[in-house]
């Protein structure tokens, strides 16, 4: 890769196949010097967060920073340097345009994640980025 790629989002939903992405990412960063942001999207608009009971909220953040832990530790492993983000939002267009905002060179995503929607070869969100994103998609399988 050449040396003008600073950055991969990596979105991380805490599934295997998430840690995939985050593995083939953090092997793609350590040859080309580049960092990672880890971006985990919780699907619920802000002004609906403020209607579910502090239980639900707090089981979603524990969620969030236990795969923002894995990925922070795995990236320190590896001296790659790691931006933990939280968003709110529909995963796969969050994600996308959360690339073209933050000026991405490329998102590594696993193939499935933990959505409960069931699609023969690819997530319906990898589905989604890796046909409405303007820069590279790489999805791990």
């Given at each position: ?96 345009s959360f690339a073209a905002e933050n000026k991405c060179d ?28 303007k820069i590279p998609v790489t999805i791990v399988k």
């Amino acid at each position: 890769m050449a040396n003008t790629v600073k950055r991969f989002l990596v979105p991380l939903d805490g599934s295997k196949n998430s840690m995939r992405g985050l593995d083939k990412a953090i092997s793609l960063a350590k040859k080309s010097e580049t960092e990672i942001i880890g971006l985990h999207v919780i699907e619920i608009s802000p002004s609906e967060i403020k209607i579910i009971k502090i239980v639900l909220r707090n089981a979603l953040n524990k969620n969030y920073k236990n795969s923002m832990k894995i990925a922070k530790k795995k990236c320190l492993q590896n001296k790659v340097p790691f931006i933990d983000v939280m968003e709110y939002g529909k995963e796969g267009e969050r994600i996308v345009s959360f690339a073209a905002e933050n000026k991405c060179d490329l998102i590594v995503m696993g193939a499935r994640g933990l959505g409960s929607i069931k699609e023969t070869f690819l997530g319906s969100t990898s589905n989604y980025v890796l046909h409405t994103s303007k820069i590279p998609v790489t999805i791990v399988k």
